[in-house]
């Protein structure tokens, strides 16, 4: 393991505990839970009677929100992530819940060895994907585990929020790229940004075509969503609007590929 996945180890250890309280505390974090279990839900046919055939790989999953919503849809679902306290918070969050599935302590980076079988799909959500080093490599390990005509979603913190410059403005700040160190669990973490378009042109598009990319949380931040809430409900329905016309403004991206059937 290098230098650099034993810092995010070590960063995430120490989020793992408090984790899903922050986020459950963020109002746009949930909503984007909410979009991200509906585009799952369509991508990897869940809704549809039979879910219990799906295999799902969850790549840095963190304490699990998505991997387990998606085992008790009734997916099989194996879970991987660097960090091993984030993986003991899933495995205690399954216990309780009752939820069996597969976690592994393993970085995204050693995909390549590692004997996990065929997957109808695979998902990586929250960031996990800005703190991944080389997503050409990814891109080929996917390919290789997953069946033809299988999805990849993917949702990662993109290189343009347009809220966040709009705010910076208001506040007398010239726009400028997005911090590329992010404080996590007393580390600093270099968080590399990245736009869903760009990923796919230069990372995936050899073996995966394009299904949708867009923006989440391209108008609305958090703070506003606090000030306003009950003006909530029409903004988050606007902001779905303009992620879909402007996929590469919002602080998040969600970049659904499919694996091309050869
Ligand atoms: C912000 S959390 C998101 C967790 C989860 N996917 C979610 O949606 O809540 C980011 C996770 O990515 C993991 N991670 C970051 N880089 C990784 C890598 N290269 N390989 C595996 N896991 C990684 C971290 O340990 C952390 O648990």
Known sequence: ??????I?????????????????????????????????ARAFGLSRARTSGVRLLDIAAGTGADALHLAEAGAEVVAIDVSPGMIAELQRRAAVRNVRLEARVMAAEA?????????????????????IDD??????????????????VLHALNSFCLWETVNGLL???APRPRQEYTPIGGELLPHRFLDGSTVWREMFASEFACREVYGLS???????????????????????LAGRMFPRAGDFFVLDLQKCAR
């Open 218 to 240: 391209v108008i609305v931040a958090p703070t506003w969503v606090r000030r306003a809430p009950r003006l909530a409900p029409l903004a988050l329905r606007l902001d779905r």
């Open 1 to 6: 393991v290098s230098q650099r996945l034993e």
């Open 8 to 40: 995010v180890a070590r960063a995430h250890d120490a989020l793992a505990p408090t984790y899903d309280a922050k986020l459950a505390e963020n109002p746009v974090a949930t909503w984007m839970r909410a979009q991200l279990w509906a585009h799952y």
């Open 111 to 131: 995909l390549g060895n590692a004997p996990l079988g065929q997957f109808d799909g695979a998902l990586s959500a929250f960031a996990g994907l800005n703190t």
């Open 135 to 152: 997503l050409q490599r990814l891109s080929r390990d996917l390919a290789r585990l997953l069946k033809p005509g299988g999805r990849v």
């Open 171 to 173: 506040h007398g700040k």
